[in-house]
């Protein structure tokens, strides 16, 4: 059981941008929400992160933030800096793009890589979607997971974006970095958070591996249960606590997700797609497709296919 790759294996990268940022004190960018996954590796001085609804974090030399969701943030060498919009330092980041940002000042400096991986957001599941806005990976926790660390300080020290190969590279290496990390994560910080404490628990994580890759079977919160390991009422309970919804709404949401990735990617008529998510009718899957998405499948397909 790989729990974590059958959660990434979908996501399907489409791409990286990612940029070095040499900043002088004092300074301060604030970013909107991004439609991709995003990684700060602080490789000299610090910066600070903060969060909406966060406690505010310090990011020293060797440490690394992963956000999985994009997550609206500001970054700064200090708390009360003014704010300058990220748009206005970088208007546009397609992704294969690559830059280096320079902010000056009189202060200590900052150096900082920043990459963000774009993928198809319609296959991330609803494990992935529960995963934390902000992982943070210091220093003495990269040092146990060199892979992930050397990994790091060389795209951060061999910086030429216009080297032959460069992009593929660097989608690559990133790639196998926002990988990495997570696997860190969840090796030496599981409580960090109820998701990464469900993936790291044996029993929990097999009937999420269940819902995750058989999606499709005659599931009951009893069956579900049983490839736990655990009664009925233990695991509908101790489910719902790290999860933070009931075993038979995730297997809705998870094939519902899947139902949308082929209404997208595939001719198949709707009763087909039902039997393949675990519908026994196509009434029942309609209902529950309209029920998350607020349209039939069939507007959905013409919309996201027009």
Known sequence: MDLLSDLLAPLRLEGVFHSRWLAHAPWGVEGERESCAMLHYVAEGSTLIELPGHDPVRLAAGDLAVFPHGSAHRLSDGPGRPMIPLRRVLPERPPGDARTVELDGPGERTVMLCGGLHYDRSAASPLYRALPPMLVLRASCLALHPLLGETLSRLSDDWDPDAPGAQLVSLRAFE????????????????????????????????????????????????????????????????????????????????????ARLLVDTSLPHERIAGRVGYLSAVGFHLAFRQCHGVTPGTYRRERTA
């Open 176 to 259: 196998l970095v926002f990988v990495l990390a997570l696997r860190a994560a969840l090796d030496e910080r599981p409580g960090a958070s109820p998701v990464l404490a469900a993936l790291a628990n044996p029993a929990i994580g097999a009937a999420l591996h269940a819902i995750q890759t058989r999606f499709a079977e005659p599931w009951t919160v009893a069956s579900l249960a049983a490839e736990a390991g655990m009664s009925r009422s233990s695991f509908a309970a101790a489910f719902r606590e790290l999860i933070g919804e009931a075993p038979m709404r995730h297997l809705t949401a998870r094939r519902i997700q899947e139902a």
